[in-house]
């Protein structure tokens, strides 16, 4: 089967973006999946989340500006099926460069053929800056879809349609005819405000099936988990926090057909 390639992605930051995409990964291949975690993030949490140090010249940014290939980018972690392409604030300048440049929304598709080539991954997930600069729109010019994670506060709806409206764009202009929202996750619910129930209650009138049965819950052992360099089901996997991305991972095989 051909390698998926999902971006995780809110332009809004402190959403739970990189927590997902780091997490849903260790889930996926803690069920046997083998899984590319792709950091796009200058900020480079994705990375130091699984455990790895930010190292000058590991990213992607000379690749992406035409030099050497994303394969000798790839790195293990201690993680079985999980490997990553990690970031470093390198990455920064990517922004201001990549737009001077022939293909600029096409660097990632072009720089992914590679790894596509290995037909080693089952799925590469990208961790998205919190923006929607020149990387964020890279990677959805490279994806197959979108995954969004929401946050459960009143503004969460105000993103979701910017959102859509950059796929459309980028769709009209060809960069991605295929591109389009794989789904939206409720991140940081707190069940005992009516406030997370009435906000993922809204969500899924709005966009329906789209949005993943899973709500991820606010708690400590997640926002824990990062700082040893752990994915929640390695740092705590009994907590509420693992079952919560455990159930994901499985929703999101059952979109990919598998």
Known sequence: MPTKVIAVANQKGGVG???????????????????????????????????????????????????????????????????????????????????????????VALALQAVRALQKYDLVLIDCPPSLGILSLNAFAACDGVLVPLQCEYYALEGISMMNRVLDQLRAAGANPRLEVFGVVMTMFDGRTRLSQEVVGEVRQLLGEKVFETVIPRTTRLAEAPSFGKPINHYD????????????????????GE
């Open 17 to 107: 973006k990189t927590t997902t995409a780091v997490n849903l990964a260790a889930c996926l291949a803690a069920v046997g999946k083998n899984i590319l975690l792709f950091d796009l993030d200058p900020q480079a949490n994705a990375t130091s989340g699984v455990g790895l140090e930010k190292t000058e010249g590991g990213s992607a940014y000379r690749v992406l500006l035409g030099e050497g290939t994303l394969v000798e980018k790839i790195k293990p972690t201690n993680f079985p099926h999980l490997e990553i392409i990690p970031s470093e604030v390198d990455l920064c300048a990517a922004d201001l460069e990549l737009a001077a440049l022939a293909n600029h929304l096409q660097r």
């Open 237 to 256: 996997p009994y907590s509420t926090g693992s079952a919560a991305y455990q159930l994901l991972a499985q929703e999101v095989l059952a979109r990919l």
